[in-house]
Structures are given as C-alpha cells and as structure tokens.
C-alpha cells in the first residue's frame, strides 16, 4: 500500500497576512525609541514548533531551522525530531543540524548531508508554523519546500486541547524541463518518551483501524506515572519530562503501508558482510510510495543520505534499550555493521522513521503537461501526526490522577464532521461548547488515545485546514486591534501557543479524593492543622463537581503548578477568548480551600485543613499538586496578591460568561476573601507580591491598587449573584478607598504615584490599575490618566530599547529588568500610542536576544539579556487589549441593572 499525492493549503498562499506579517519591524535610533531593525531575519528568539503542555512543548531556538536541534522549552533536553529531502542525488536537511556544537556532534562527512537553504524567516501563527526551503536544480528549475507544523487548536473549545500535531510538507518543483528524482525523510525519535536520555525504552508497531500506521516508542520497565526523586526545596522533585507514556508517529491513509519497507535483496560482499539493493516496487501501485521504520537514527539517516529511503525491515532488539546509548548522549555517527541489526546491539539511537518518493508523482504531472508546454511544475505532499500519550494521568491532585479535558469530551466520539470543524475554525468569537458531564473512563485509556490518533489521521487534511482557518481569523483580529499594527500582531501570534502550552487543561470528576490505595506516599508526616481559626459562617458544602481544572507549570523557577499569579497576566487573554479557562486555573486552590480534599485520618496532605483568611499562592509542583511546598515555607505566601487576583478573576468569568454557577459555588470563599481586602488592602504589610524577585515591601501601592480593584470587583459579583442589599457596602469602600490612595501615593516622579506609599520621588509601573478599566468601575480614572502621561512623557524613566522598566530600582540596581507581560497590561490601558511605542520594543528584544529561550517574560530592557524564566504565560498580557475592545464599557455594563439603566 502506498502514498497518494496529498494536496495541503500552506501560510504562504492562503491568508492573505503573511506578507505584512513578515515585515513588521521598528525603528529610529533615539535611545528612548528602538534602534533601526537589524536581524529581522529572525522570527522569534526560539521557533515554536509542537507547544502543547509544559512537558510536550518543543522549540527551535536557532534562525535557521537547520542549525540547530529541536529542544524542549526548559532548553535543557534535545529532540531529534529531523526532516531531510534529497533531489537528483543531493540530500538536504530542513529540520535538525547536520552538525551541532551543543548536542550530537559534526555528522560523518560522507553521508554527504547539507542544509538546504532557508527562504526567510520562519512564519510564527497562532496554531502553526511554516518554513519555506529553496534549492536551484540542474535544468534552472526550482526546488521549494515548505515545513508547517499545525494544531487545530480552537481556545474556545478545550476538548480541541489535544496532544497531537500535523506535520505537513509540501514540495514543488517550477520551472522544470527534465526529471527530477525526490525523496522526504521525517524521524521522531525515543528521545520524546523519557525524561532522561539514559532511560530504557521499548518500540511497536500497528495498523489503525482507518489502516493509518502507528509506530510508537515507551518507557520501560517501570515507567511509574508521576514519579520524582525525593529531595528538593519541598522534598518531592517530579520529573522535568514526561517519562510513563508514549511517543506516536502516525502515517495517515492512503498514505500509510502496511508495515516496514520490504526486505531488500541480501548479497555479500567480498569482506563477507551483508549489503542491500533496492527493492523492486509494483509499477501498477500508488505514486507516491512511502515507507516506515523503526530502528537506529544513525541508520536511518545514512541510508536515506545515500539511497532516497529507510532501511528494510525494523531493527530487533529483545531487550529495553536507552534512548541515547553513549552514556545518555546521542551523537551523530557511522552505525554500527549491519548485523548487529539482528539483537539490537546497533540500536544506539532509537527512532521511528518514514520516507516518501515523490518521483513517480512528479513524473506522472510532468507527462500530462509535456504536449502544452516546454517547462512543467509540479507538487506532492506528505502528511505525518506526531503524538504523546500520558495514558491519562497528566496531573495527580491531591491522590487523585486527573486526565487530560479531551478524553472527558472525545473518548467515545465518532470521526467529526469535517464542515463543523472549519465552520468552528473561521468564527472566533463564537460561545464555548457544553461540558460534556461524563466519564473519561467509558473507555480505557489506551483505546482512548487510539481513538485519537484514528480521528487525527484521518481527519489530517481538515485538520490542517481548521489551523489555518483559525490562524486566518485571529491573525485578522490582531492586525486590526490597534488598525494594523504589526508589530503587536507579530508578539501575539508569537506568544499565543506559548501561553496555552504552559497550563495542562484537566478533566475532574467531581466524585470526591481516594481514602485508600492509591494515596500519595513519599512525604514527610505532617501533623493536621489546627481548627480552623477563620470558619466564615455561609462557607457552602456542595462539592466542586464535574468540570475542567488547570494547572500551570512555573517554566524557569521552581515549576510550581496551581499557581494563581503565573496565569493572573494572562488572564486577559483568557477572559477574552475563552472565559473558562479563568474558573478552570481557579477550581484546583479555590476546591483545595473549601476544604474538600480534607480527610483528617489519612496522611498528609490529605490531613491538610485550610484555615487561613486569604488565598493560598500554589498547590505543589507540577505535574503533582499535593502541598509539597507546605512544609518548607507555606507555598510562599502572597495574602493580598492572591486574594485580590483570585477575586478579579472569579467576577471576570462571571460576568463574560453569564454564567454564574461556579461563582455561586464559591461565593461564601470570595466574601471571605473580600473581606480580608477591606481588613487589610488599603496600606499593605511588608509581604510579597506577584513580583517576588524584588522581594518583599511594605505599603505598595500597586497592590493596594489591587486590593481595591477586588473589593469593587466583589461589589460587582454580589450584583451578578443578587445579592443587591451586599453589593453598595463594597462599592462604597472601594471607592472611599480608591480616594484614600490617591492621597496616600502622592509624590512620586513627574506627578505619578509612588512605588511605595511616602516614599517620593519613586515611580512604578501601576498595572493593576487595568483591571479598573476591565471591570469600568471608574475608580482611578484620574489616577490612570497620570499615570500613562508619565508613561509617555518625552524624557520618560520607563521606556528603554528593549522595553518598559518595572520600577525606579530597575534605574540604579544593573538588572534593568521589565516583565513584559505586566508593561501589556500598562500599554492596553494608556491607548494606541502606548501600546506601538511597546511592541515596538518587543519585537526589537525578540530580533536581537542572544539568549535562545521561549519568549521570556523577565529580561533587561537595555541589552536584552534574559534574567529568568522561558515559555510562561505571563506573556498572555497582550489579551488587555482584545478585551478593552470588546468590553469597551467594562464588564460591569453586562450585569443586566446596570444595562437596563
């Protein structure tokens, strides 16, 4: 059985953005402006690739595609994931080094493989990416490839949050007036199932039921989910990488065979090893034969560098083998001979491989153009679905294994219906899908994920097209949020993948915690708390049921997950784009704090109760959340931070969605809160707040600023609840409030408020105060005004080449730090000009980083150095403004008295 020709849409042709999109770029050489573009040849300061989750989150951190690997975003682990074409003879890389300095080594000389040459930048989206080759042939034609790795993500959808991507490569030949012979290569390989090269694996293979092949590779033997190592800052390190699933390459039908490449015809030759001749193909079949292969990389690649195809027949070994065989470290070298293929000895560098001849397809289209013209062009396509199956336990929680959202939504569901997919894709703006209340274990979790890999394969094709109806729609969104502005439209699509791929979207049942077998060991025993000091009285006992949880992975710190602060910048985005994702990041603490996970007899954490007056910061570390961070300094406590932002949020998806059930469910904990904000919010103690790497301060006026905002915020979600004799009380302390502030934060530099109150002459970056025009409750209007005029003042402290300092210690302490994410929030408030002066700079810090991470957050705004962080969501701040624009009133003009009036 063999490949037919595949016929896939591409960027470069299809919306109608990528000309505008590649060219955005800034300049002037004031040093308050950017500097001239320089490196705009460089899409991103690391190439999303596959982002998925924090562990399936795969990058190219180089210009060129082919000058480095693909790593994982923590750029602390390789991926061989390589694509290679060879025309007439001559065998291109498109995807992976043919020599690397940090990973791999210079490959042998006679394989005789070199990088094509790269036609431009890559072309960042916000569900794909594509990358254009270009190589002149012998008869001055043209060889164009172009390499697109696509998610059908659709946010609004979170059963579409799967773990899977589409890798479609599409080559044309233009201009031709010979033959022209041309081969594709893809591996993915074991690397992708462990957490350490030096880790064991197996490999299988399989027919689908739609005769798509799977070829996969797992840990073994005692691949354990969940499992760490004891020790660490909390006591339980998880590992950094996924190590108890499996990686899955699928080869779509038709394009699929059934199996290996046939075994070759074995001669010996005079030093009396074996050697293969190509094996004769039935004329009569499919154009465009492929082939798959499961073996040795080193193997993989000589074979194709010198034949145009994979070896015959997959390697054997008996016996779990390391993913990388030297050590822990795959190099790139001459195989071992030929026989040892028989007992694995030659497996150094385990993968799964496919090739493709398109020679007979281009021949076929070369005929039927001969007799009307002297030059001919023509195309094929090979289409390959790359997948990680976690085997459905993504998160632990409290004992409990939560899987992944969509195999609570898509388990038992028959192939979807083409047209509602792409008539989903091309609305952005339509309303989330009804939770399906189910089960996720209707089915096991292996033919779970069967089912997926079935619907992904054979939906390739729409697939493809739902990520680039998708990619069409926002990108139109983007570009005319601020009337074209392509420099925010390029941050955006650049960091969209970005901010998803941080957060694993979960699935809870809602029947409660395990009180035996399958609870968390490996803890020190805590005694349980004490009673509970602060038991507010309407503290509701109906327990969270059946819905979507988040859990966010600190990318670049100390990984925690339930985190409420490292999805608060984006938020926005969230609010925008799909309002659940807010109660989703929300249910892991706020169910944690209502004391459902309390079981007093058992061991900790379970025998952890929740006593305190303000919200808890974080949960564990991810993929498990189970307090480990108690026993060392209470999951660092940040009292009004995390209150005030659990609030702001919790009344946001209220509001956007019209929906006030898990609001109500909750409410007896946000009054709790609320009333914590009011004790306490006005002039904070010394505490830390979102901002912790400047350590904790007293009397901060940014989050005083919030705390406020939360109260008014409160005021809004009594309203939204009914509770209209609770709402005015709030209202009026926050307004009382906001006045007090003004006059309290009085003195700072050129007229903006203080960094901390009463000390002058300090200056900070008050981006709290969006949430004021989030909501519209108009209680800093003035304030905000000040504040943006410093901002944009001509001889303005704030703004640098490479972004907005946070505060005035970013002047004088050398780090010259910005967050990135929280100047967003700063430019959506203060306008358009704000916000062209800060993507500007933005795009200026991507082209010009030395530092090869996922979109950082946290850097230096006068050289571009990376401080800390990669890949977090705070980049999501680019939300404010999708949000300002679709709320122009604020949300408080949807509650329905206020709209009535």
């Not at 000309?19 to 308050?32: C, I, N, Q, V, Y």
């Not at 007799?371 to 085997?391: E, K, M, N, Q, W």
């Not at 069967?450 to 394969?457: C, D, E, I, Q």
């Not at 139109?476 to 420099?487: K, W």
Request: proline letters at 7%; aromatic letters at 10%; hydrophobic letters at 35%.
């Amino acid at each position: 059985m063999l490949l037919a020709i595949v016929a896939l849409a591409t960027h470069s042709g299809n919306t109608g953005t990528s000309t505008k999109f590649r060219e955005a770029s800034g300049a002037s050489s004031d040093p308050h402006q950017p500097p001239e573009n320089t490196t705009a040849w460089r899409s991103a300061p690391a190439v999303p690739l596959w982002v998925h989750s924090p562990y399936v989150n795969w990058l190219s951190p180089a210009d060129r595609l082919t000058d480095d690997w693909v790593w994982h975003v923590r750029n602390d682990k390789v991926s061989s994931l390589t694509a290679l074409i060879r025309v007439d003879g001559t065998t291109y890389s498109i995807l992976g080094p043919v020599a690397s300095r940090r990973y791999g080594g210079q490959c042998p000389t006679p394989w005789d493989i070199h990088p094509m040459q790269q036609d431009g930048k890559s072309e960042i989206f916000p569900t794909s990416t594509s990358t254009r080759f270009i190589a002149s042939l012998s008869d001055q034609s043209t060889c164009t490839v172009v390499l697109t790795f696509s998610q059908p993500l659709i946010m609004e959808d979170l059963s579409t949050y799967a773990p899977f991507v589409n890798v479609a490569i599409n080559v044309t030949i233009s201009n031709a007036t010979a033959l022209h012979s041309v081969s594709i290569f893809f591996e993915m390989t074991g690397q992708h199932a462990v957490d350490r090269d030096s880790e064991l694996i197996m490999a299988s293979r399989r027919m689908l039921s739609n005769s798509a092949i799977d070829l996969s590779m797992f840990h073994t033997p005692n691949a354990t989910p969940f499992n760490g190592k004891s020790g660490g800052p909390h006591g339980f390190q998880p590992t950094e990488h996924l190590n108890w699933g499996s990686a899955h390459l699928v080869v779509p039908a038709p394009h699929a065979t059934q199996g290996p490449r046939p075994q070759s015809t074995r001669q010996t030759n005079s030093r009396g090893k074996a050697s293969e001749t190509e094996p004769k193909l039935d004329s009569t079949l499919a154009s465009i034969p492929v082939f798959t292969y499961i073996g040795d990389s080193n193997r993989a690649r000589k074979m194709f560098a010198s034949s145009g195809t994979v070896p015959s027949g997959d390697d054997r070994w008996l016996s779990p083998v390391a993913a990388c065989a030297w050590d822990g470290v795959c190099r790139c070298t001459d195989p071992p001979v030929d026989s040892d293929r028989e007992n694995g000895n030659g497996v150094q560098w385990p993968t799964m491989a496919v090739s493709a001849d398109m020679t007979s397809s281009l021949a076929a289209q070369m005929t039927a153009q001969e007799p009307h013209s002297s030059s001919y062009d023509a195309r094929g396509d090979v289409g390959i679905v790359l997948a990680i199956d976690d085997t459905g336990h993504t998160v632990r929680y409290f004992g409990k294994s939560l899987p992944e959202y969509w195999r609570a939504q898509r388990c038992n569901s028959s192939i979807e219906d083409p047209a509602l997919s792409l008539q989903e894709a091309r609305n952005p703006t339509r309303k989330s899908p009804q939770l399906h209340v189910g089960t996720p274990h209707d089915l096991q979790p292996s033919k779970c994920f069967t089912n997926l890999l079935v619907n992904a394969s054979s939906l390739f094709h729409t697939n493809v097209e739902v990520s680039h109806a998708r990619d069409a729609a926002w990108m139109q969104v983007f570009e005319q949020t601020l009337g074209g502005n392509l420099s925010y439209a390029t941050i955006a699509a650049m960091t969209f993948r970005q901010v998803l791929g941080d957060n694993s979207i979960v699935w809870y049942d809602g029947e409660g915690f395990p009180t035996k077998g399958s609870l968390p060991t490996g803890y020190s025993w805590h005694p349980p708390m004490s009673p509970s000091v602060f038991q507010y009285p309407r503290l509701a006992r109906t327990p969270t049921g059946p819905s979507a949880m988040a859990f966010v992975k600190g990318l670049g710190s100390s990984g925690d997950t339930g985190t409420i602060d490292d999805n608060y910048p984006a938020a926005l985005l969230y609010l925008w784009g799909c309002p659940e994702l807010l109660n989703a990041l929300l249910r892991p603490v706020n169910t944690f704090m209502r004391n459902e996970t309390y079981a007093p007899t058992l061991p900790f954490p379970r025998n952890l109760s929740f006593t305190s007056a303000y919200s808890v910061h974080y949960l564990g570390q991810y993929p498990v959340a189970e307090m480990q961070c108690w026993a060392s300094d209470r999951c660092e406590p940040m009292p009004l931070e995390m209150t005030a932002d659990n609030l702001q949020m919790m009344t946001a998806a209220a509001l956007a969605t019209n929906d006030t059930n898990t609001a109500r469910l909750y409410f007896p904990l946000m009054h709790q809160f609320a009333d914590y904000l009011v004790q306490h919010g006005l002039d904070p103690t010394l505490q830390l707040c979102s901002d912790d790497y400047e350590g904790p301060t007293a009397h901060n006026a940014n989050l005083a600023a919030k705390s406020i905002i939360g109260i008014g915020a409160f005021g809004l979600l009594c309203e939204a609840l009914g509770w209209y004799d609770l709402a005015p009380h709030y209202h009026r302390i926050a307004q009382t409030y906001a006045q007090q502030w003004v006059k309290l934060s009085r003195g700072g530099r050129n007229g903006a408020s203080t960094r901390d109150y009463n000390a002058t002459d300090t200056w900070s970056l008050k981006y709290n105060l969006v949430w004021d025009r989030v909501f519209g409750l108009h209680l800093f209007d003035d304030a905000i005004e000040r504040e943006c005029a410093f901002v944009m003042a001509d001889a303005s402290p704030v703004r640098h080449p490479y972004g907005w300092f946070l505060d005035d210690r970013s002047e004088s302490d050398g780090r010259h730090l910005t967050n990135a994410g929280w100047a967003e929030w700063v430019a959506a408030m203060c306008g358009a000009a704000a916000t062209n002066d800060l993507y500007t700079r933005l795009l200026r810090f991507s082209h010009d980083t030395p530092d090869r991470f996922a979109f950082t957050d946290y850097y230096s705004a006068t050289t571009a150095r990376r401080i800390g962080f990669m890949g977090r969501a705070q980049m999501g701040g680019f939300g404010a403004n999708l949000v300002l624009q679709k709320y122009p009133n604020g949300l408080a003009a949807l509650l329905p008295r206020r709209n009535a009036h």
